[in-house]
């Protein structure tokens, strides 16, 4: 039996066809997502309609070949939203999670005044709980404001409800919790938008899709295989990585990084998230908007650095990994990478203090942006009541800067000590998809029973 995961993804759309018996990866399928689209600068577009044809060719493909396929999964980026018509057709381009109009001074009355609150800001304070740009919520009240809204729009949706819809014939979006909660306006113990409050604030909320629980298949099977609601790419890949949820801490760093771990109810973490997973129970994350990109800023500055001075070598990443801590002299560098700022704050900015005769070195520059990358993400984690950091005995890492820097996965091993497993397969948001679908399908009892399929490296 086997089963297919799809994550569309913002750069990448990776299909996956998994062996339920065994584990195993029968076949990866990753294709650029080339569906961007130029916009205004504080704009990020991408065309719905291409990422669907390059998804329903992977997911073809696999059909094509194997016949006995139980199910498909779908996850992919979450936040960013689209407009369907009443035939579940795309209006428009999608906006992803990267959309900056949400932070626009002014933007929710479309004056464009200089001081004026953005709609984030405004939604933010109407609703009593923080949305952030890029939040489909926030995006959809702008263009309202702005009378962009296609007129024939039913319904919006994330880009993974729309290209699930298709894949099933359906003709009009639902949304899992996972996805729902992504938008804003969200209500954890109701499972369902606020959409009263919504109403209020001048939003049409009748173009709110229903929300669904426990993955249901959507419309008619493809080729005679159901196809699945669709699930946030943070939980599917929480879920894609870890055996046990209750045991584990997930820390993902790739061009920006998130720590995850399991909370016992929907009440609030300070500075942190707390969204639904998939078929019952709450996940945690703290998200830093920089992560591993802050290592590569590094890399960059001593590049211009060498040139400016008659170089013109490249800085190798090993190079610098090979640098470590006990190797210095003289007082740590303390590192602030949030060079991005943060959800809560964008104009937030990184800095270096702790600077002395004996310590501005590149060498301490480097260890203190390693440790400054793990400190945002611990500082999230440490926000985690006591008692449930108590239960957490595995440390999960996953992203291309935790797999490709040993230095930096060794900096979380001593600070949480834990040994930090990696898992096998790179595809952790659509492994999870396609742990999902079994779920769902029946083909695994409950997410338990199909979390016992993650290998990690040492077990290769």
């Known amino acids: 039996?086997?089963?297919?995961?799809?994550?569309?993804?913002?750069?990448?759309?990776?299909?996956?066809?998994l062996d339920a018996a065994s584990g195993e990866i029968v076949s990866v399928v990753n294709r650029p997502n080339a569906g961007g689209l130029r916009g205004r600068p504080w704009e990020s577009l991408q065309d719905p309609v291409a990422i669907l044809g390059t998804a329903i060719q992977v997911v073809d493909g696999?059909?094509?070949?194997?016949?006995?396929?139980?199910?498909?999964?779908?996850?992919?980026?979450?936040?960013?939203?689209?407009?369907?018509?009443?035939?579940?057709?795309?209006?428009?381009?999608?906006?992803?999670?990267?959309?900056?109009?949400?932070?626009?001074?002014?933007?929710?009355?479309?004056?464009?005044?200089?001081?004026?609150?953005?709609?984030?800001?405004?939604?933010?304070?109407?609703?009593?709980?923080?949305?952030?740009?890029?939040?489909?919520?926030?995006?959809?009240?702008?263009n309202a404001a702005q009378?962009?809204?296609?007129?024939?729009?039913?319904?919006?949706?994330?880009?993974?409800?729309f290209?699930?819809?298709?894949?099933?014939?359906?003709?009009?979006?639902?949304?899992?919790?996972?996805?729902?909660?992504?938008?804003?306006?969200?209500?954890?113990?109701?499972?369902?938008?606020?959409?009263?409050?919504i109403q209020r604030l001048g939003i049409d909320a009748a173009l709110l899709p229903r929300v669904v629980r426990d993955y249901p298949a959507l419309g008619d099977a493809r080729a005679g295989v159901p196809v699945f609601a669709a699930a946030g790419d943070n939980q599917a890949s929480f879920l894609g990585s870890v055996r046990d949820t209750r045991r584990?801490?997930?820390?993902?760093?790739?061009?920006?990084?998130?720590?995850?771990?399991?909370?016992d109810s929907p009440a609030p973490v300070p500075g942190m998230d707390v969204r639904p997973l998939p078929f019952g129970g709450w996940l945690a994350v703290g998200a830093g908007l920089c992560g591993g990109s802050a290592y590569e800023l590094l890399r960059a500055f001593?590049?211009?650095?060498?040139?400016?001075?008659?170089?013109?070598?490249?800085?190798?990443m090993e190079t610098m990994n090979a640098v470590t801590a006990e190797a210095l002299e003289g007082a740590p560098l303390v590192?602030?990478?949030?060079?991005?700022?943060?959800?809560?704050?964008?104009?937030?900015?990184?800095?270096?203090?702790?600077?002395?005769?004996?310590?501005?070195?590149?060498?301490?520059?480097?260890?203190?942006?390693?440790?400054?990358?793990a400190s945002e993400l611990l500082d999230f984690y440490a926000r985690l009541p006591v008692a449930r950091r108590m239960e957490i005995t595995e440390l999960v890492g996953s992203g291309n800067a935790i797999r490709r820097h040993d230095a930096l996965r060794q900096v979380f091993e001593r600070?949480?000590?834990?040994?930090?497993?990696?898992?096998?397969?790179?595809?952790?948001?659509?492994?999870?998809?396609?742990?999902?679908?079994?779920?769902?399908?029946?083909?695994?009892?409950?997410?338990?029973?199909?979390?016992?399929?993650?290998?990690?490296?040492?077990?290769?």
């Open 335 to 373: 590192v602030d990478t949030r060079f991005s700022g943060t959800r809560e704050d964008p104009a937030l900015r990184g800095g270096v203090t702790g600077i002395g005769t004996g310590n501005f070195t590149p060498e301490h520059l480097v260890v203190g942006v390693r440790e400054g990358i």
């Open 1 to 17: 039996m086997k089963l297919i995961g799809l994550d569309i993804g913002t750069s990448t759309i990776c299909g996956l066809l």
């Open 415 to 460: 600070r949480l000590g834990l040994r930090m497993k990696v898992p096998a397969h790179r595809e952790e948001t659509s492994f999870g998809a396609a742990l999902l679908a079994g779920v769902a399908s029946g083909t695994f009892t409950d997410l338990a029973a199909a979390g016992a399929l993650v290998r990690y490296e040492a077990e290769r």
């Open 163 to 197: 290209v699930g819809m298709t894949l099933a014939g359906a003709r009009s979006p639902v949304m899992d919790a996972t996805n729902a909660a992504s938008l804003g306006g969200f209500d954890l113990a109701a499972l369902d938008f606020r959409r009263k409050d």
């Open 62 to 142: 696999f059909l094509e070949s194997h016949r006995d396929v139980r199910g498909i999964g779908v996850a992919g980026q979450m936040h960013g939203i689209l407009y369907v018509d009443g035939d579940g057709r795309a209006l428009g381009p999608l906006y992803t999670w990267q959309d900056g109009r949400g932070d626009l001074p002014g933007s929710a009355g479309g004056g464009g005044t200089e001081g004026a609150p953005s709609t984030a800001a405004r939604l933010s304070e109407a609703l009593g709980t923080r949305v952030s740009t890029g939040m489909g919520l926030v995006t959809h009240a702008w």
């Open 302 to 316: 001593f590049e211009k650095t060498l040139r400016l001075f008659g170089g013109n070598q490249p800085v190798r």
């Open 147 to 161: 009378g962009q809204v296609p007129a024939r729009a039913a319904a919006i949706c994330t880009i993974m409800d």
């Open 248 to 263: 584990a801490v997930s820390v993902n760093v790739g061009t920006s990084s998130q720590v995850s771990a399991r909370a």
